[in-house]
């Protein structure tokens, strides 16, 4: 389809980027264009079914259980962080600082070891 002198350059441009969207989504006949975002959830559900990943709804109490352990590591990191502004505040050197600030990223990740490893476990339970 060649451009027309008439024919505005946006509308044409238009056209063609339609034509490309319809190339690269191949599906069914009945369904319109899919979006990057479904593209992509449709690659992971087959790399998914590829690694025999069972996809299992979480129970009411796994959403409790995960939400609390959440809150609760979230609290923790936030009271690293007060100490970690005392702490600093009453710093001496640049070399102390350094330290103190290495024991808080220290801190942080093995507080969201923890929370992973619990969040995990949660989820591998079985739904009661």
């Given at each position: 389809m060649a451009p027309d002198?008439?024919?505005h350059p946006r509308?044409?441009?238009g056209d063609i980027l339609k034509r490309q969207v319809r190339c690269y989504t191949s599906?069914?006949?009945g369904e319109g264009p899919?979006?990057?975002y479904e593209l992509a959830m449709e690659r992971l559900r087959q790399k998914d079914k590829e690694a025999s990943v069972e996809?299992?709804?979480l129970s009411e109490e796994q959403k409790a259980a995960i939400a609390e352990v959440r809150q609760f590591f979230t609290a923790k990191s936030a009271e690293l962080d007060i100490l970690h502004r005392a702490a600093?505040?009453?710093a001496k050197s640049h070399e102390e600082i350094e330290r103190l600030n290495d024991n808080l990223r220290r801190d942080k990740e093995r507080l969201a070891g923890d929370r992973d490893r619990k969040i995990a476990q949660i989820r591998?339970?079985?739904s009661s």
């Amino acid at each position: 389809m060649a451009p027309d002198e008439d024919a505005h350059p946006r509308r044409y441009m238009g056209d063609i980027l339609k034509r490309q969207v319809r190339c690269y989504t191949s599906g069914m006949a009945g369904e319109g264009p899919k979006s990057a975002y479904e593209l992509a959830m449709e690659r992971l559900r087959q790399k998914d079914k590829e690694a025999s990943v069972e996809d299992r709804p979480l129970s009411e109490e796994q959403k409790a259980a995960i939400a609390e352990v959440r809150q609760f590591f979230t609290a923790k990191s936030a009271e690293l962080d007060i100490l970690h502004r005392a702490a600093i505040a009453g710093a001496k050197s640049h070399e102390e600082i350094e330290r103190l600030n290495d024991n808080l990223r220290r801190d942080k990740e093995r507080l969201a070891g923890d929370r992973d490893r619990k969040i995990a476990q949660i989820r591998s339970q079985q739904s009661s």
